[in-house]
């Protein structure tokens, strides 16, 4: 099943009841041209490294209508203020992930269904019994989960039991999608948003070791730091560039700049898809190897 979390959130803003008339006048065009991006992807043959080209290209042509003449030039005060909490811009990186896994852009997905896009994903589980007498009652599964922007994964399944049949009354069940790849996607990437992604690295990986873990952002608002005294894989600047100053935020012709100047960067998403094909075709862990390797590792 197709993931389209950007529509979503185009929908979901014009049932928004805080929307005036005119804000869901003028989401409804840009449902409309929503429809024209995604008919374009649809329509590619195109392979490997082109894809990916023909894919950027047809992702910032349609950001730039989003983000600049939607948002900066037509956008009501409240479209402007909520833009973030409304999801409207952030979700079409999120979205155009989704399009990016597929067999024409990699080698190697496997043939039963990952799970692809925004998710609830796993973090740690753990058991947290009342009291001695109740390790004969259904156990307490503490599971926590944590949204992620774009994920690769699978659902996973759990039963656990105090009693060998696992009879209904002793036994607790659920699901989780497990994330062997998440992707943070930043329109603005500052300090704080980097620790916090740091720390859900590192809980991912707690729970997954062999996962890994992106942010892709678009404007930087921090300065540069080395991700590898963190739990974060890799970091992808895709436009080359700063935030605007706060001044120039609303400004309608300096964001038209900025999108024309500095247009999301198709060798950088190469670099990431790269990066994922990697890990597709890599072998996470064989201890049966380790003999012939001379490591464990």
Known sequence: MAQTPHRDKLMAAMRNPKCSKEDILLLSRAKERYDMWKKAVSGLNSTGKKRVEDLTFLLNEYKDYIEVEVIAKEGSAFIKRQKGQLKLDNSILEEFLCDLIHPSVLKGLPDFPLEIGPKTAFMSLSFTPSSLVSLNEKPV?????????????????????????????????????????????????????????????????????????????????????????????????????????????????????????????????????????????????????????????
Request: include cysteine; charged fraction near 30%.
């Open 141 to 297: 599964v503490a599971l926590k989960l944590k949204d992620q922007d774009f994920i690769i994964g699978k659902d996973i399944h759990y039963k656990f039991s105090s009693d060998d049949s696992f009879s209904t009354a002793k036994t607790a069940s659920g699901s989780f999608a497990l994330a062997v790849l998440a992707a943070e996607c930043k329109i603005n990437l500052d300090k704080t948003m980097f620790q916090e992604a740091a720390g859900t690295a590192a809980r991912l990986k707690q729970g997954c070791p062999y996962s890994k873990y992106y942010i892709l952002n678009e404007y930087l608002d921090m300065e540069p730091e080395d991700c590898r005294l963190t739990a974060i894989d890799n970091v992808f600047l895709l436009r080359h560039a700063k935030r605007l100053p706060f001044e120039k935020r609303n400004s309608y012709e300096e964001v038209r700049k900025q999108h024309e100047e500095k247009p999301i960067d198709l060798e950088i998403m190469w670099m990431f898809v790269k990066c994922i094909q990697k890990f597709i075709d890599s072998v996470w862990y064989n201890p049966s190897a380790a003999l012939k390797r001379g490591t464990f590792i």
